[in-house]
């Protein structure tokens, strides 16, 4: 957390990093992210399997915010469907039919699964007729257990003539990669086989990290370089590669871990008596 001392020394009354998405304008965008957004708009509308995965505080949810707020401010017809289970390992087939019939109509969902099947075809049939499409999007996916995830097919198999009625978006941690691995759970395969996995990668240079900054910082009226330098942005970049056993170095600067680090040099820059977080200051953590 910032500290008193730093809001005062840099000029701010808010938390850059706290509540800083509330419009696509907040949204960093990369090459990579900017392609991933509209891939999940293309699968949204067209009846993809597709499921996003990266590591925890890597941007997944902001993406999908992103492609749903851009759905909505350009008017498309799309229904989007969120089951609202917390614990998704208890996230069942049935479950997910009481979400697309309470998100797609006003009707109460019926008592057996078979009814609910015929219920849910119905609506997404009559929806469809109107000019919608429908998809189906679940955070935390890497707990779905096999059984559940191996079904999801059957929804994605509802069709209106040639077109597919639901289209299915998961968005789960790196560990979801092992789930979507065929020679581990074989009895999914005919998801797996079927699934586009899209990755979030990090952003890897002191460029992207500080292009990243502008952003949050803008939001509070003030210039990037008067908080933290160019050299300082190229210093977390560094900080924050990693190197395996074998010597591969890789990067780790995730917008979670960017944003704890600038917090840290910040503190540490008013600490220090230093005009702004530059290299040194961030050498210094």
Not at 137 to 156: G, V
Not at 232 to 241: M, N, P, S
């Amino acid at each position: 957390m910032l500290n008193l001392k730093t809001f005062k020394k840099f000029g701010i009354t808010a938390d850059p990093f706290t509540g800083d998405v509330v419009k696509a304008d907040d949204v960093y965008l990369t090459d990579e992210t900017r392609f991933i957004a509209e891939y999940l708009l293309q699968a949204a509308k067209a009846g993809g399997m597709v499921t996003l995965v990266g590591e925890s505080g890597s941007g997944k949810t902001t993406i999908r915010r992103y492609a749903i707020d851009r759905m909505e401010r350009e008017g498309q017809k799309v229904r989007v469907i969120i089951p609202r289970t917390i614990d998704k390992t208890r996230l069942t087939t049935s479950s997910i039919c009481d979400a697309i019939i309470r998100d797609c109509s006003s009707e109460t969902p019926k008592r057996t699964l078979e009814a609910k099947a015929r219920q849910i075809e119905k609506i997404l049939a009559n929806s469809s007729h109107a000019g919608y499409s429908h998809v189906l999007m679940i955070e935390e996916a890497h707990d779905l257990t096999i059984n559940t995830l191996k079904y999801l097919k059957r929804f994605w198999e509802l069709e209106d003539g040639y077109k597919k009625l639901l289209s299915i978006v998961l968005v789960g941690q790196i560990e979801m990669k092992n789930k979507l691995d065929e020679s581990k759970n074989w009895e999914a395969r005919e998801v797996i086989r079927r699934m586009e996995i899209l990755e979030l990668s990090p952003l890897g240079s002191g460029r992207e990290i500080a292009d990243y900054l502008d952003i949050k910082f803008k939001r509070l009226g003030k210039k990037r370089k008067e908080i933290i330098s160019d050299s300082g942005c190229e210093a977390i970049a560094v900080r924050l590669r990693k190197q395996t056993r074998t010597e591969v170095v890789y990067s780790v600067a995730y917008p979670l871990l960017i944003n704890n680090w600038t917090r840290k040099a910040m503190n540490l820059a008013v600490e220090l008596g230093a005009e702004l977080v530059d290299a040194e200051v961030v050498n210094a953590l």
